[in-house]
């Protein structure tokens, strides 16, 4: 399981050689830095490991002049101490997913900025997360905002569009002037913006 590997890589005798692997993979690729993304179901005893995991990486990124961020939810926030986000140079805020109904609200983002900020990050290190996607509001089931669109043609500057909710291009830019005070936005995911 994916969770176990989470657990074990993180251990004090393993996590040493796990973060040396990561900075390999970034140095053979020529990456700009590493962005610690921990979503699903992540057994506890992960968590009791993150802070000397994140401590241990940003020292090797801070030695190879690398960028070192994480996207997160507030779901799982309060699993990380203040002083482990203080060691990011970015806090990518995924504000989505709330529900499937409304899911990425722009009153769900602002709260989010508020709660991160209300961490002690920094504004100019917060980048707020926006959804290429949405929902079904019937089944839930999640859906590209391009497939969206391409039934819907004439609604996107809509967040509603047959039994979809999404963000439309208006709510999209509300977003991004609310991001202007902040470290600017992240998009999930790029590749699912209609063309």
Same mark, same amino acid.
């Given at each position: 399981?994916?969770?176990?590997?989470?657990?074990?890589?993180? *251990?004090?005798?393993?996590?040493?050689?796990?973060?040396?692997?990561? =900075? #390999?993979?970034?140095?053979?690729?020529?990456?700009?830095?590493?962005?610690?993304?921990?979503?699903?179901?992540?057994?506890?005893?992960?968590?009791?490991?993150?802070?000397?995991?994140?401590?241990?990486?940003?020292?090797?990124?801070?030695?190879?002049?690398?960028?070192?961020?994480?996207?997160?939810?507030?779901?799982? #926030?309060?699993?990380?101490?203040?002083?482990?986000?203080?060691?990011?140079?970015?806090?990518?805020? =995924?504000?989505?997913?709330?529900?499937?109904?409304?899911?990425?609200?722009?009153?769900?983002?602002?709260? =989010?900025?508020?709660?991160?900020?209300?961490?002690?990050?920094?504004?100019?290190?917060?980048?707020?997360?926006?959804?290429?996607?949405?929902?079904?509001?019937?089944?839930?089931?999640?859906?590209?905002?391009?497939?969206?669109?391409? *039934?819907?043609?004439?609604?996107?500057?809509?967040?509603?569009?047959?039994?979809?909710?999404?963000?439309?291009?208006?709510?999209?830019?509300?977003?991004?002037?609310?991001?202007?005070?902040?470290?600017?936005? =992240?998009?999930?995911?790029?590749?699912?913006?209609?063309?």
């Amino acid at each position: 399981r994916l969770t176990a590997n989470y657990v074990n890589l993180t *251990q004090p005798e393993n996590v040493d050689g796990f973060c040396t692997k990561i =900075m #390999a993979f970034v140095d053979r690729f020529n990456i700009d830095g590493v962005d610690l993304d921990i979503e699903g179901d992540v057994d506890n005893a992960f968590w009791n490991n993150y802070g000397n995991f994140v401590s241990k990486l940003r020292t090797l990124c801070t030695e190879k002049n690398k960028l070192f961020s994480t996207a997160v939810g507030q779901w799982y #926030a309060n699993k990380i101490s203040d002083d482990t986000f203080a060691k990011f140079d970015f806090v990518n805020i =995924m504000a989505y997913d709330d529900d499937k109904s409304q899911h990425s609200s722009y009153n769900l983002a602002r709260n =989010m900025l508020n709660y991160f900020e209300g961490r002690g990050i920094a504004k100019e290190n917060l980048v707020l997360g926006v959804p290429f996607y949405g929902y079904t509001t019937d089944t839930g089931s999640y859906t590209a905002y391009n497939t969206i669109i391409s *039934q819907y043609p004439d609604s996107w500057q809509d967040d509603y569009a047959g039994n979809y909710a999404y963000n439309g291009a208006n709510t999209i830019a509300s977003k991004c002037n609310l991001a202007k005070d902040y470290g600017g936005i =992240m998009i999930w995911e790029l590749s699912q913006d209609a063309q």
